[in-house]
Each structure stands twice: as C-alpha cells, then as structure tokens.
C-alpha cells in the first residue's frame, strides 16, 4: 500500500483513538510534551495536527499520520508505514525464521468452520481471554471466536459471528484487543447475535455488537426479549429494518445506545425513523449510569438492567421540528447563574444544606477543567453522606460520572492511560480502602498521573520491563465516617460535614412525606438533573483569570494555609467557570473574575475553611457543640446525651471518647456504676465563625 493510499485510509482521529487521546473542540494535550493544557489542534481537512507549545520538540510541524506514529512510537518512517497499514486493517507482511509469511484471505465459503476454529482459538489465547475477562464477556455464554495472525483483516481481533435468516454465519465483526478499532470484511452483512425470534414482542437495539453480547449473558434479559445490535450510531442498515418490518408481533422497541451526545442524538434520529416506519410502535429508551451497556456491566453487577429496564420511558418524536426543538435543548441549554444552579440542585431532591450543596456541585463539575478539585464529605453512618455525593453525581453528565464502592489495592494502576481523564469520581466508602489504594487515589490527586514499572513479553516472548502510566484528570467526591484518619489525603481535597442536626432532618422528612403524598413529581426533579447536565455539557474549556487573585488572603490560623490558598483560588476560579456565560471573555478568550465569584466563594467555602481552623472534624464539632448546647455547665450521662441526639451506643461512645481524649470533655466515676461526663472545654467556635466572617468580608469590601 502506498503512502497516499495509506492517509487517504487512515484518518487522524482514528489515530489519536488508537493512543487513547481524548479530542475536544479539535484540540487535545500534545503527547510529544508535558502539556498541561491543550496544545495541539486536529485538523481534519488536511488530515493533520500542530502543536502549538514552544516547549514542544515537534512545535509547529504539520504532523500527517504516518509522522504521528513515527514520533509516538519512536519508529522509522518505514517502520511507521508498516505500523500504519495494521490500523486500516490490512496489515504488511511479516516474517518468521528469515522467511515471508503472508496473512491468509478468509475463505468467504467456510466460515462456519473457520468461526469453529477460531472459538477454539480463544480457549488457547491468553491475551484474548484476558481481553474477554476485562470485557466482562463469557466465552462459555456467547458465541465469541480469535483470530490472532491467521486472516488478513481481523487480526488480533476477538470475532462475532454475523448471520443470515436461516442462522447460517455469511459474515464476520471483529474488536481488536491491542488498538480498539472495529472491524468488519467488506461485504458486511448478516445481523448480530441473528435474526429475531418470529414471535418477538419486546426487541432491544443496542449501539454495538459487544454491547449487545453483554446483555446476552443475562438470562432474563434472553427470556424477555430479543437483542439486535446496531453497527455504530450509523449503523442501522437495511437489513435491520426488513428484519423488523417481519415482526409482526413486535410490540415494542427499546433503543439503548451509548450514554453520551453522539449516542443520545442518534437515538433520537432512529427513533423517527422507525416511527416512519411504524408510527403504532411504542418507542422507549432508558438512562445508563456509565458511557455504554459493557461499561454499565462492568461496574455493576448484572441486576442493574432488570432495575433500568423496569424504569425505561418514552421516545417520542414525531415530526422534524419536535427532533430540532429536542436537539436545540442538548446543544443550547439556558444560560445559568450560580443562585439558579443551586435553586435546581434543590429541584432535584437535594435538600437544606444550600452552601454545601453547591461547593459539592462546584466540584464535581471541575472535572472538565485541567485542574480538577476533591472533596471529602464527613458524617457519622446513616447520616446520608453518600446519598449527597451520589445525588451531586446524578447532576452531571451520566457519561463522565464513575462511581466505586470500594477501590482494591492496586486497580488505579490497571486502568488505561487516559481512561479516567475527564471524569468525576464517587467514592462511597473512603474507609473501605486500603493503604496502597488510598496512595495511589493521593498520587492521581495531587499528581495527576501513576507511573509503575511492569513486566511485558516482547514479540520474540522475552520478558522485559516497561513504564505504564494512569493520568489522574478527574474531580472526586468520597465520603467517610472517620475523617481523621485521612490526613494526607484530607489536606488534598475540601473537607465538608453532613448536617445532621434536628432541623435538616426535619426539612428531609417533610419533603419525603410530600412526596409520598404526591405533592411533588419526580418529574420536576429529572427536569432539574436534566437541565444541569446539559448546562454542564454546554461548558466551553476555557481560561480563568482572577484580577483579584493577590487581594485576597486567609486568616493566619489555618492548618496548611498554603495548600489551602491554593485550593481557595482554585474555588474562585471555578465559579467563574461556571459563570462563564455571564462573565467578561477577553480577546485572549480567557473568563475574567468578577467581584461575585469571590462573595460566593467566601460564602460557599466557609465551613470547609472553619474546619481546615478546627481541632475536631465536622460530625464530631456538630456532635460537640450539641451537648454545649444542652448541658453548658451541669454534669450529664450517655444516656442523657442520647436522649437529646438520638445517636446509637456505638457512635455515641465514639464521640465521647474522642472530646475526652482531646480534653473537651471530662470523664470521671467508675466503669462499673457508669461514667459522667462535663464539659472541660469551652472553645467558642462560634465566635471563630463570626471573626472569620468579618476578615472576610473587610477584605471584600477594600477590593
């Protein structure tokens, strides 16, 4: 294959795909430099990219495909070349014991029996039933065959069978398991996993053939209904709509495609197409949690799709104008203010705790910055911590949210280079971590990146040693009950307290019961996570310049004060983010802060700074100054303290135990007959609270 032919074929964003390099806005961070902001510009006309960095060894060039390749890998041009070709699909030939051996063509007349062979090929490759296992596929379920260096076309591909009406295999897909891709042989017909079932009533259409297999292994789902695989958002081919027109029992179809804006549009344009086809069919789609149903698989056990399937909705789309107004929301959302976020995060069923709430939105949303933000919320157990962080999470973008209930030792280093750029992260359970895990969650934060050393076969199967890298572009939100415990990973991230007081208990209670009583439409509060996500989706990577950024200092008296001016300039310029449509753009197209960023900064970070000043973590100081609150001076019991809290004995002797050892409390009488307790400690946290304010405030004012 020639040069020319070989750019004509091979596009740059396949090859940007292939090195797991996320593209936004047509630019992405230069990998042939330490980029910390997008650098380099894709362009798709001329097939090309430019760095624009004058740090970079390549700044300026034009860089084809071939080039591309040549600087990643540190190849020659004629080794780039061969390298190349493999990413069309066609690769070059190779040799073996000073010979030339040619892949083989696929004999387009034996495929049942090649496909034979090539299950029996997966059973005997480890790299591919590595692949399958991080996949979540089974071998044993599903129809599912390698080639490895056998046929031209598909090598190194796992490989699905593509069948006609009789069931007979007249065509092969293939997912490579080194670089992604997807392929298929040229003459792509026959349906995946095959032709419906004649009596179908229920059919679901996924996005891909792995998406797909992965809902086969569900039993239910197989009972239920029958599964048709899409080849791709532009994958509804004919051969999938006559099979469809012969279902003349079909009741229903339920698109699921891939939870991002490319997915999302695409189901609402086949949806129109198959209400063309059909306008009594009843069209419904549902919300994954993660980017595609093998992701979703992968993450959650396989009960989830029985839950979303129960929960699915209507599509209704039906004429050019409904799809046009529709498509008009996703990309034009209203702009917002931060007074009208928090106003919808409350309509989305988050309720009390305004500033909170917000600093939580706030940063989680800085996942899309390069500077993303953390936070760690404390609460005694039961205290809803981790339903605040996961209804936050709910607010953004359902394809860029992870969510983990616990994180082994060493899975952060198994992930993809890139894979968990972009991203906003939930930790249910920050106590549920091991050291190794809470390390490396400490390198990404303050890093950005893990970098390990591990073992790989070379071609030749020698074992040699090679650098793997995890960058860490991500914003998280934890939750723990033991706070305390957490100090380096704490002096990272924004510490905030759940309020569990008697009167943010009450607001819950009373909202629940309206509710229940149907006073309130869970309607009303999708509306308001829908709203959100698209205004976050709608957000432009922009620069943020903070013209008051040495005007504004902390207070003497707080624990790590440089860390935490760091992470308060950071909050400014986050808000500004956020208010980048209501904001000053510069003709550098930079965000220029204003005044009010800075007051709702203050105002939204005060109780994460009050607990950076105090000695007691957040449950422990609402805990404490409770029982300032209803024994001042006299002598009280446990039992008194529970009586007036509500607390259980074992969070209860937790506390006390902890203002004892810290002084606060005075512990005397004898185990046997029962302790009491007085208060030994008079802090006066409230008057901290109002000084603070006050230096605040005179700050604000002189500015």
Not at 137 to 151: C, D, K
Not at 249 to 278: H, M, P, S, V, Y
Not at 335 to 361: A, D, M, V
Not at 670 to 682: F, L, Q, T, V
Request: charged share 25%; proline share 3%.
């Amino acid at each position: 294959m020639s040069i020319p032919e070989i750019k004509q074929k091979l596009s740059i964003q396949e090859v940007l795909e292939h090195y797991q390099i996320p593209v936004k806005n047509q630019m992405c961070r230069c990998p042939f430099h330490e980029d910390q902001t997008p650098s380099m510009q894709i362009f798709n006309d001329s097939n090309t990219v430019r760095c624009y960095s004058g740090n970079c060894p390549q700044s300026n060039k034009v860089i084809d495909v071939i080039d591309f390749i040549m600087y990643y890998e540190k190849l020659t041009k004629a080794q780039a070349i061969v390298k190349a070709q493999t990413f069309i699909g066609e690769p070059s030939s190779r040799y073996r014991n000073g010979r030339v051996k040619e892949y083989q063509e696929l004999p387009m007349d034996k495929l049942e029996e090649v496909f034979y062979k090539m299950k029996q090929n997966l059973r005997q490759s480890k790299k591919a039933n590595e692949y399958t296992l991080s996949r979540n596929l089974t071998p044993e379920q599903l129809e599912i065959g390698y080639n490895g260096r056998t046929y031209k076309g598909i090598v190194n591909c796992i490989v699905f069978p593509l069948k006609d009406t009789s069931g007979k295999i007249i065509s092969l897909y293939g997912r490579s398991i080194k670089d992604k891709n997807h392929y298929y042989l040229k003459n792509r017909s026959g349906l995946y996993p095959c032709y419906p079932r004649a009596e179908t009533q229920k059919l679901i259409l996924t996005e891909s053939i792995i998406d797909a297999s992965s809902l086969l292994q569900i039993q239910e789902i197989r009972e239920k209904y029958s599964v048709l695989a899409c080849y791709g958002t532009n994958g509804f081919t004919s051969e999938h709509k006559q099979a469809i027109q012969e279902l003349k029992q079909l009741e229903e179809i339920i698109i699921i495609f891939d939870n991002d804006r490319a997915g999302k549009q695409a189901t609402e344009k086949l949806a129109k197409e198959l209400t063309n086809q059909n306008p009594k069919l009843q069209l419904t789609t549902l919300e994954l949690p993660n980017k595609d149903i093998n992701e979703t698989l992968q993450l959650h056990s396989p009960e989830i799709f029985t839950e979303l399937l129960e929960k699915r909705t209507n599509l209704e789309i039906r004429n050019n104008n409904n799809l046009e107004e529709r498509s008009k929301k996703i990309e034009e959302p209203p702009n917002l203010t931060l007074n009208q976020i928090n106003q919808l995060i409350e309509q989305s069923g988050i309720i009390g705790e305004e500033n909170t709430r917000l600093l939580l939105f706030i940063i989680a949303s800085s996942y899309k910055t390069p500077k993303p933000l953390h936070a760690i919320v404390q609460g005694s157990s039961g205290s809803g911590k981790t339903h605040l962080i996961s209804k936050i999470a709910d607010l953004m973008p359902p394809e860029d949210v992870l969510r983990f209930t616990r994180i082994t030792e060493s899975s952060l280093y198994n992930w993809g280079e890139w894979d968990l750029v972009g991203k906003n992260i939930i930790i249910e359970d920050l106590d549920g971590l091991k050291e190794e895990a809470l390390y490396s969650l400490r390198e990404l934060i303050s890093s950005q990146k893990l970098s390990s050393s591990v073992s790989i076969k070379d071609k030749k199967g020698n074992i040699k040693s090679t650098q793997k890298k995890v960058r860490g572009i991500f914003s998280s939100l934890s939750a723990t009950t033991k706070g305390d415990i957490y100090e380096d990973n704490m002096s990272r991230s924004f510490i905030l307290a759940v309020d569990e007081s008697q009167e943010q208990s009450q607001k819950i209670i009373e909202y629940q019961n309206k509710k229940y009583a149907g006073e309130l439409s869970s309607l009303q509060e999708k509306q308001a996570q829908k709203q959100l996500q698209d205004y976050i989706r709608s957000l432009q990577n922009l620069e943020v310049i903070n013209p008051y950024a040495t005007q504004l200092q902390l207070p003497d008296n707080v624990h790590k004060k440089r860390r935490l001016n760091q992470m308060f300039q950071s909050i400014i310029r986050q808000i500004t983010y956020l208010n980048q449509k209501n904001r000053r753009i510069s003709t550098d197209n930079q965000i220029i802060t204003e005044k009010e960023d800075l007051q709702i900064a203050i105002e939204v970070l005060f109780e994460s700074i009050i607990l950076k000043i105090d000695e007691l973590d957040g449950s422990l100081r609402q805990f404490y100054e409770n029982i300032q609150k209803h024994f001042k001076t006299q002598e009280f019991t446990r039992f008194h303290i529970m009586e007036s809290t509500g607390l259980k004995k074992t969070q209860l002797q937790y506390y006390l135990n902890q203002l004892v050892q810290l002084e606060y409390l005075q512990q005397f009488g004898h185990p046997n007959k029962g302790y009491k307790y007085k208060i030994a400690h008079n802090d006066n946290m409230q008057k901290v609270r109002k000084d603070l304010k006050e230096y605040f405030y005179n700050q604000l004012e002189k500015l």
